[in-house]
């Protein structure tokens, strides 16, 4: 069984779909990236999974339950857990106090977690006690990620995680993701613009104006000439 | 009895030129304005003092005829909105709210205590009223409601003709999506600034209207009640961006509070004194129930009903 | 003027508690609730009416009130509470599901201040009340200020309930998801903080805040069905000033209104009694508050330390 199962998903803002007939499964522990241009619905392909949109028609199954009229605190109870591309840390908080509220329904154990996501993340240690507001771009991205982890998730959904960091951090991002998902073993749904990003995954789909057009192995996708020029360009020289 | 009709009717009259303000700013141009008692006011006074009789109470006196205490009633509202408008229109939706509450209650507060321009809490007497010396002074209410009657339509025509002209048609685009229409080159400030200048100068001839059928004008006319909230209720039930609507729900709600004032014959004593607070109890409770199952009024433009609900 | 000093500071400790209460409503629930000031009067009727209900008590050594009024001011923040919530669940949650919009919602609560205002002038009629007839006369305090024990009993306790509430917010976990739902309500709920838990806390607390502060008021002043009305327009604006959803915005615009509508209006009383002028300067206070909001805006268009946009 898959960990997750989309089934022709119709969604949107308002009067306005977004995504038509979205499909795509991801197994246990995989990592699986939806790649695709500007505006093609990846973000909203996230929000509906997590809960925060509704989706009018469609399936979306969580090891083989449906999420469709879950709210999105139920959905991360289930152990799937969404960080946005924008806005994804508390900025008035402190750095530990996004954490804990990552784990605001675990009931024990949480300052052993919080050792975890400072293994993986040493910069937040030193800053716990910091407002989230102040930090860099580069650590708050970290700090985005750390609050996803806080409640062990089997599926991680990441949106754009490399998103305006400078490049040394890029990689290291990205490190740091496989070393999640090595870690932990959780499975990944990746969505992103890049490459690299794309890169860590074994498996992607291509979502272009709301419709996936192409699936395959990731090497072969990449390889692919036509998606290559088409929405990759300029990142391909 | 029919003489209780036609009161009626001169007063709903004057609210639903009150209400056509409303409807302009709110309904089309999307300020929430809780402070509009304060234009009627100053249209009332101002006509008061240039209109009456000289007192050696307080200011005015000047006995201008009744045509230029309606102009001053325009002129002096209008005016005080223009000067307002700038640093006011800064606001938006609950602030917005909150500082036109603000001025009217300092309005109305001074209008109480500076007997010396308003002869406070006793009130001016002794305003002129339009052809009251040629006709019967029991059938005078017929006759003021040819003049009520007139300046309703006349305010409903040029509501109707404004919101349909391209001056109309750009203030429903900063109404709907701003960002867009200030894209397009547009002083969204000047628009606001002139439906606010414009809806002031309505509601200071509703005042002006007002003082000069009864004659008489004091501040406790003018509660918050009276002069603002009942005017909200009239746009909330009538229709919110409807001209007609509006009208409608200043007739009914004026329908229901001048039949409350039956049903205090009809009641015991004890009851009858709590009147005003039932009233304001009911015009509560009808503002919360119309709110909850038709947002949009009776009557209303499809335009505005989209806003009223978000889609989820 | 150090005599302004004291009542501005009383005053505004008074706006500051239901400010506190307000901003946080104003926030989470994302709508200006203009029943605000009529929930202020009911905590002070709440108090009046209990009050009337126990045997007449014996005030406490040099205070105007004795443990009655404090059995009162528990018994009606509880009845405060219970009002609120009613309203929330009958009313507020439906118009949220139905999705009107803010604007509106605002408007509804108009609705609601009448409803409240026009029982209280139906149950107690309009008439001024005290809570008792013990007149308090002021101490002489080093500095030449003067303050009656009440007053002092107001502050101390006005000052402990808002430590109480900036360690509520601080400190317990429900305190936090608050704070992280007024921050980002998407992400707050992403992460299992229950909406419901947060709305109905939120009530709560502005319940428990506003109807201290409104018994307060009827302790240092007195009681009148238009009382919480009044409050309205410094209310707001310290909360406007302050930035919405800001706890030391609401302190800080609520004690700075307080005691500038004090020392200002004060001030020109004074300049204008000794020009011989007949005049009641203290009607210009929501002139002055008028003037503040303005400013602010200005110069800082989301409040002295407002979040974002609404």
């Known amino acids: 069984m898959s960990i997750l199962q989309v089934k022709d998903l119709t969604a949107g803002y308002g009067v306005q779909d977004v995504l038509f007939g979205v499909s795509l499964s991801i197994d246990f522990g995989e990592i699986v990236a939806v790649m695709g241009p500007n505006g093609s619905g990846k973000s909203t392909l996230l929000r509906v999974i997590s809960g925060a949109l509704s989706g009018r028609q469609g399936e979306i199954l969580y090891k083989g339950q449906s999420l469709l009229n879950s709210s999105p605190q139920q959905i991360v109870q289930m152990g799937l857990s969404w960080v946005p591309q924008e806005e994804n840390i508390f900025p008035s908080l402190t750095v530990r106090e996004n954490l804990e509220i990552g784990a605001h329904r675990v009931k024990k154990g949480v300052e052993d977690r919080i050792d975890e996501v400072c293994a993986i993340f040493p910069q937040l240690r030193d800053r716990m006690t910091q407002t989230a507001g102040d930090l860099s771009g580069g650590q708050r991205q970290m700090l985005a990620v750390a609050r996803g982890l806080m409640i062990h998730p089997e599926l991680l959904l990441l949106d754009e995680p490399t998103a305006g960091l400078a490049p040394n951090l890029v990689q290291i991002m990205l490190e740091k993701i496989r070393e999640i998902a090595t870690r932990m073993g959780n499975a990944v749904l990746l969505v992103s613009q890049t490459i690299d990003s794309v890169r860590l995954s074994n498996r992607g789909y291509l979502l272009s104006a709301g419709r996936i057009r192409y699936e395959d192995r990731t090497e072969a996708l990449l390889a692919n000439r036509e998606i290559k020029d088409l929405y990759f360009g300029a990142q391909t020289k | ?312 | 003027m150090a005599d302004l000093l004291v009542s501005g500071i009383i005053y505004g400790s008074i706006i500051t508690l239901a400010a506190i209460g307000l901003t946080l409503m104003s926030d989470i629930l994302k709508f200006f609730n203009f029943a605000y000031g009529d929930f202020f009067s009911l905590g002070a009727y709440g108090t009046l009416l209990v009050l009337g209900l126990l045997p007449k008590g014996v005030p406490f050594p040099g205070l105007s009130f004795g443990w009655a009024l404090i059995l009162g001011l528990l018994v009606s923040v509880v009845i405060t509470v219970a009002v609120m919530l009613l309203f929330e669940w009958l009313f507020f949650r439906r118009l949220r599901q139905l999705g009107v919009s803010p604007l509106f919602v605002s408007i509804a609560s108009l609705g609601v201040a009448f409803v409240i205002r026009a029982l209280i002038n139906i149950s107690w009629g309009p008439k001024v009340r005290y809570y008792s007839n013990v007149i308090q006369i002021s101490r002489e305090l080093p500095l030449g200020i003067r303050i009656t024990s009440d007053e002092i009993v107001i502050l101390i306790s006005a000052l402990f309930l808002v430590v109480l509430v900036y360690l509520f917010l601080k400190r317990t976990r429900i305190g936090k998801a608050m704070r992280a739902a007024s921050d980002n309500p998407v992400l707050a709920e992403a992460s299992g903080v229950s909406t419901r838990a947060v709305i109905l806390w939120t009530w709560s607390i502005s319940g428990i805040l506003v109807a201290v502060a409104g018994t307060f008021y009827g302790i240092e002043v007195q009681l009148s069905p238009g009382m919480g009305w009044s409050f309205l327009i410094p209310m707001f604006v310290a909360v406007i000033m302050g930035g919405i959803g800001s706890f030391w915005g609401a302190l800080l615009g609520g004690m700075t209104i307080g005691i500038s509508e004090e020392l200002i209006t004060g001030l020109v009383q004074n300049l204008v009694n000794s020009m011989n002028i007949q005049a009641d300067i203290s009607v210009y206070k929501p002139a002055v508050a008028f003037v503040f909001v303005v400013l602010i805006l200005l110069l800082k268009p989301y409040g002295i330390f407002g979040k974002r946009e609404r």
């Open chain 2, 1 to 312: 009895m029919l003489n209780y009709f036609s009161s009626y009717l001169v007063i709903a009259c004057i609210y639903a030129i009150m209400a056509l303000g409303l409807n302009l700013q709110w309904g089309f141009t999307g300020l929430m304005n809780f402070g509009i008692g304060a234009f009627y006011m100053l249209g009332a006074y101002t006509s008061a003092i240039f209109t009456g009789s000289p007192s050696p109470d307080h200011l005015g006196g000047f006995g201008l005829p009744v045509i230029l205490g309606i102009l001053g009633a325009a002129l002096l509202p209008g005016l005080a909105a223009w000067l307002l408008s700038f640093p006011a229109l800064k606001l938006r939706g609950g602030p917005f709210a909150i500082a036109l509450l603000a001025i009217m209650e300092t309005l109305h507060l001074v209008i109480r205590n500076e007997s010396w321009l308003t002869n406070g809490v006793w009130g001016i007497r002794g305003i002129p009223r339009p052809l009251f010396e040629l006709v019967n002074p029991r059938a005078y209410s017929f006759y003021f409601l040819i003049i009520a009657g007139s300046a309703l339509i006349l305010t409903w025509l040029a509501m109707q003709w404004a919101v349909n002209s391209p001056w109309g048609r750009v203030l429903r685009g900063i109404r709907e999506d701003e960002y867009l229409t200030s894209m397009s080159g547009k002083n969204i400030f000047r628009y606001r600034q002139q439906s606010f200048v414009l809806s002031s100068m309505i509601m200071g001839v509703a005042g002006s209207l007002y003082v000069h059928y009864t004659g008489f004008v004091s501040p406790q006319v003018f509660s918050p009640l009276m002069s603002t909230f009942i005017v909200w209720l009239m746009v909330m039930v009538g229709g919110t961006g409807s001209n007609s609507g509006v009208v409608l729900g200043a007739f009914l709600v004026w329908a229901v509070w001048v039949g409350s004032d039956f049903l205090t014959d009809l009641v015991p004593a004890s009851i009858a004194t709590q009147i005003g607070f039932i009233r304001m109890l009911v015009v509560g409770a009808i503002l919360m129930v119309t709110i909850l199952t038709r947002p949009q009024g009776l009557l209303s433009r499809r335009l505005f009903t989209a806003e009223i609900r978000e889609k989820r």
